[in-house]
């Protein structure tokens, strides 16, 4: 019944209680318009794929991985229309849709009060957006589906069926062009859409579907309003303190002190705290990540003379040390290594050496991979209860200037511009200008499938633990190379053994493929590491299933193949 729900309630009533706003009376002014549109800025709204906060976990991608170890019904190849990710996706997509359905058909009534018409667009405008970025998470996901843009009534919303999705994506498409006409480039003061968001999320849905001119047109559209550019600091993009970055193209701010857009679960900062610092180190980065990281001469750990298994951040890519806390170093008042020989560690605030709770043979429930998160983690959690206070980054210049390039190489049509976008963003990984080819490992022109190779870990690798890397598996379809397979860790039975043989971290390199995903399992065969679990796959769920209350209510709604 939720999307019945979703789009009939509260519209068009009999009742217009005077004690609150109604659809029959409000939208009259510009100040509601404005408290209308702005539902679409909150949290559970401005969700992503991957999204810890509403639902689906980044552990569904290959990134990160959690210490329970739970295969859920995605994990384990068995999604089912019941899944109570799918149902709130769905829900919470055409509750956003109905509501600023209202917003853009209603708006009129403000100006025949008087409003001011620039206004009133510019609201509007934003409802496009929140429009246009609702139906294309649907698309995504769920591929053909229902779409309307005018209130339904029950009777209505008992029989509609699915949209073709090409229909409904041109719609998407049509959605953010309004968005673009009508928004500013920036603001003086708020943090509202943008001109430039608009554009970079119709970039970013038109990649997803593979519609490559569409996104190359409007991410370098994007480009081209020159009032975006990298932060110089990598790691700074994901301080708390930092909500203005030039970098940032949407983002939903967080306050701790007005109680706006924390995180809803109370230990979300904690869940990636190491040990030592009181955390818990539930949520960690999967050896596959680590071992995405290409050496500073730009290949791959199992092609790179560079790479010493022994010492595996040295000679890395520099967003590796940014990303993943580097064995020895500071981290959250202590020296953090995960090593057998560390079973005691350096409490950096009066030099005392104290119990090594992040050493598994210490603390039994310490990370299983031995690896912990140092992006976005900060000392600013210890100060302020653990809440996670950094800014949600739901689109920066980076990831436009990557789909840019993505999007001509998927073309062919590979030249310079492509080259100057992939090494902007490399470049300054390393802390140089791009010019500075002899600096860091610059692209160069190469076949189509080597850019896409290069592109696509460039992705990767950049947009860590930003919500990025499932959408990506998906739409790339390599989902059964990545998701079957197991995850490893530290063999917990014979660390110590593993140590005093010489073979720590890893013993061996392990072998990278076509798809940049490494593979462990000679590792495994010698007993230098374990499985922690093995993870199944099923094609059909390249698209969701529609929730079966969907399908019980309306006999028009047929379900997507092999659900």
């Not at 859409?193 to 554009?199: D, P, R």
Request: hydrophobic share 40%; charged share 25%.
């Amino acid at each position: 019944m939720a999307f019945c729900l979703a789009m009939v309630s509260c519209h068009d009533l009999d009742l217009n209680p005077l004690s609150q706003g109604s659809t029959d009376t409000w939208y009259a002014t510009a100040d509601e318009l404005r408290m209308a549109v702005n539902q679409g800025y909150r949290s559970d709204f401005l969700r992503l794929d991957g999204d810890r906060e509403f639902g689906c976990d980044d552990d569904w991608s290959d990134d990160t991985m959690t210490r329970d170890l739970d295969l859920s019904g995605f994990t384990n190849g068995t999604l089912n229309s019941s899944n109570w990710i799918v149902r709130s996706k769905w829900q919470l997509d055409y509750k956003l849709i109905t509501r600023m359905n209202s917003v853009i058909n209603k708006a009129q009534r403000a100006i025949d009060n008087g409003a001011n018409a620039e206004e009133v667009a510019r609201y509007v405008g934003e409802a496009h957006f929140f429009r246009g970025r609702a139906y294309g998470d649907l698309v995504f996901h769920w591929g053909d589906v229902p779409y309307y843009t005018t209130d339904m009534s029950i009777d209505s919303a008992r029989t509609v069926g699915r949209t073709p999705k090409e229909e409904v994506l041109k719609h998407v498409y049509e959605d953010f062009d309004a968005a673009v006409a009508a928004l500013p480039v920036s603001y003086n003061g708020e943090q509202r859409v943008t001109k430039g968001a608009a554009l970079a999320f119709k970039a970013q849905y038109a990649l997803y579907m593979g519609d490559y001119a569409t996104a190359a047109t409007a991410a370098k559209a994007c480009m081209d309003l020159g009032v975006y550019s990298l932060e110089k600091d990598y790691s700074h993009l994901f301080e708390p303190s930092n909500n203005t970055s030039p970098e940032f193209i949407f983002i939903m701010p967080r306050s701790l002190e007005l109680k706006i857009n924390l995180m809803p679960k109370a230990n979300a900062a904690n869940d990636v705290l190491v040990r030592n610092a009181g955390g818990s180190e539930w949520l960690t980065p999967t050896w596959d990540l680590f071992a995405a990281y290409t050496c500073t001469d730009g290949l791959p750990i199992d092609k790179s003379p560079l790479f010493d298994p022994h010492d595996p951040f040295k000679n890395r890519d520099p967003r590796l040390s940014m990303t993943i806390v580097p064995f020895g170093s500071e981290f959250m008042g202590f020296i953090y290594d995960p090593s057998p020989a560390a079973r005691t560690t350096k409490r950096l605030s009066d030099g005392a050496m104290v119990k090594n709770n992040d050493c598994r043979l210490v603390t039994a429930f310490a990370s299983y991979s031995g690896i912990v998160f140092k992006k976005y983690a900060s000392q600013e959690w210890l100060d302020n209860g653990r809440a996670w206070t950094n800014p949600k980054i739901l689109m920066r210049y980076a990831d436009v200037l990557l789909m840019y390039a993505e999007a001509k190489i998927e073309l062919n049509q590979i030249d310079q511009s492509v080259i100057d976008a992939m090494n902007m963003v490399r470049a300054r990984a390393y802390g140089v200008d791009k010019s500075d080819v002899t600096a860091y490992p610059a692209f160069t022109i190469k076949s189509q499938a080597e850019m896409r190779h290069d592109v696509r870990l460039e992705r990767r690798v950049e947009l860590a633990y930003e919500w990025q890397r499932y959408p990506d598996i998906i739409r790339w379809k390599i989902a059964p190379d990545v998701f079957s397979r197991k995850r490893y860790g530290m063999n917990f039975g014979k660390m110590q053994e593993i140590y005093d043989q010489g073979n720590w971290f890893w013993g061996i390199t392990p072998k990278i493929d076509e798809n940049g995903v490494a593979d462990f399992t000679e590792l495994e065969a010698k007993g230098l590491c374990m499985p922690l679990m093995e993870r199944k796959w099923d094609d059909r769920q390249y698209l969701f299933p529609i929730p079966d209350k969907e399908i019980e209510i309306n006999p028009n709604m047929k379900q997507n193949p092999g659900y």
